[in-house]
Structure formats: structure tokens, C-alpha cells
């Protein structure tokens, strides 16, 4: 079974340019999660996407962040303009849905991609 | 306000001996918890989980301990081995609002051959 694709691996940028991160999930995932991983830190989570409609951004920047999955398959990530403290790795992890409740959760398991690592100038 | 901390930023351990890695946390509405390990430029992996209804999860080396009254859980390892050595982070959720995790920093581990 293929893993979470990410593209790309790696990206320097200066401060006020934009970028983008592609994601595409495990094949049959519902769920669709990214993450921003700030050095140190753990990961925090950005935005979780059920088939292609939002279930939460509550943490998301909307001025300067935006994301999207359109086919209910892959997903991008966008952030304009960058600013320093965008410096992260952007994690994308995918899941099944599962049942709920007890151990039915482990079937919710989160499966993450290897990540973006984003530099900003 | 870190809902989940991880006090100890690193810990080393001679290979054999056991790895205890702390958590806690502060919100009680929290019933469901993760230990995901990571080794450098990849993505977390699904380690073990728990949830409220146990006090302990065992699987092969790895046991999770978790505390409800403390609002404390730990990873047990043992024996270590050297392909442990990764960063674990303590994850939390509470299940009937989804699969929003709650990440805590992380702990570096170490296990000297």
C-alpha cells in the first residue's frame, strides 16, 4: 500500500513570496489532515478535510493560508505572502473513518506523509 | 496554553535497559491517546494508543501506562534497542469531536549500543 505522497520535500523562499504544498492521500482515505511542525514543537494542526468539505480550520491563518481539496482526493496548501514564522515542516497525514468509541478508534489512525520543509528568508 | 507537555526533551538509555517517556495533560475532556515516533526527514508513525475506559495498552515492547486521576501517562520500552532511538511525541483527543489530536513537543530518545 503506497504511503502519503508529499511534494516537494524541501523549498526556500523569501519573506512576502508564495508557495504551495501538494499532498496526495492512501487511496480510500477519507480524511485529509495537514499539519505545521515548528522546530521543537509538536505537530499543530492546520486544517482536516472529510472527503472535500472542511471540518476544521480553526487554526488556520485564512489571511495568508488556504487550502483546498477539490476532488475530495489530493490537496494543496497555500500560503501568501510567507512571512519567518512560517519556517516549518508542513505535515500531511490521511485516515479511514472508523468506528467510534474504544479501541474502534485505533481505526482512525492518522498515517503522515514525510513533509515539506519550509525555510523563509 | 499546551494542553499536552512532555517535560523532558531528551533521554538517553543503555540499549536493554527499559525507556520510560513521561506525558501530561491538562484537559479532563481528553479520552483518547496516541504515541507516535518519528526518525529524522519522515513523517510520524502510529506507535500505540489508549483510551479512557484502560490503564494500560501493551504491545510487544511497548506499553502505555495512563494515569486518568493524574492526568499523566507514560511509554514503557523494554528492552531498548538502538532502532528506537527517535523522537516520540504524545498525542490527545477527545473522540466524539473526531480525530483532532493534540501534539505535545516531543521526546528525543536515545539508546547507546
Known amino acids: 500500500e503506497a504511503g502519503v505522497a508529499q511534494s516537494p520535500r524541501y523549498k526556500i523562499i523569501e519573506k512576502r513570496q508564495s508557495v504551495a504544498f501538494w499532498c496526495n492521500p492512501i487511496?480510500?482515505?477519507?480524511?485529509l489532515y495537514w499539519y505545521q511542525q515548528i522546530l521543537g514543537q509538536g505537530p499543530k494542526l492546520l486544517i482536516q478535510?472529510?472527503?472535500?468539505?472542511?471540518?476544521?480550520d480553526s487554526q488556520l491563518p485564512k489571511d495568508r493560508f488556504s487550502a483546498e481539496r477539490l476532488k475530495g482526493v489530493d490537496s494543496t496548501l497555500k500560503i501568501q505572502p510567507a512571512k519567518l514564522e512560517d519556517s516549518a515542516v508542513y505535515l500531511c497525514?490521511?485516515?479511514?473513518?472508523?468506528?467510534?468509541?474504544?479501541?474502534?478508534?485505533?481505526?482512525?489512525?492518522?498515517?503522515f506523509g514525510p513533509g515539506t520543509r519550509l525555510t523563509v528568508l | 496554553d499546551q494542553q499536552v507537555k512532555q517535560n523532558s526533551p531528551s533521554l538517553s538509555v543503555q540499549e536493554g535497559r527499559i525507556s520510560i517517556l513521561n506525558c501530561d495533560y491538562t484537559?479532563?475532556?481528553?479520552?483518547?491517546f496516541l504515541w507516535y515516533k518519528k526518525y529524522p526527514a519522515e513523517g510520524p508513525t502510529f506507535l500505540i494508543s489508549?483510551?479512557?475506559?484502560?490503564d494500560k495498552n501493551e504491545d510487544g515492547r511497548f506499553t502505555v501506562f495512563l494515569n486518568k486521576s493524574a492526568k499523566h501517562l507514560s511509554l514503557h520500552i523494554v528492552p531498548s534497542q538502538p532502532g528506537d532511538s527517535a523522537v516520540y511525541f504524545c498525542?490527545?483527543?477527545?473522540?466524539?469531536?473526531?480525530?483532532?489530536?493534540?501534539f505535545g513537543p516531543g521526546t528525543r530518545l536515545s539508546v547507546l549500543p
Open positions: 489508549i483510551s479512557s475506559i484502560k
Open positions: 484537559n479532563s475532556m481528553f479520552d483518547y
Open positions: 497525514a490521511s485516515s479511514k473513518p472508523g468506528l467510534a468509541g474504544g479501541e474502534g478508534w485505533r481505526n482512525n489512525e492518522q498515517f
Open positions: 487511496s480510500g482515505h477519507a480524511t
Open positions: 498525542a490527545a483527543s477527545v473522540q466524539n469531536y473526531g480525530q483532532n489530536f493534540v
Open positions: 478535510f472529510q472527503n472535500n468539505g472542511v471540518v476544521d
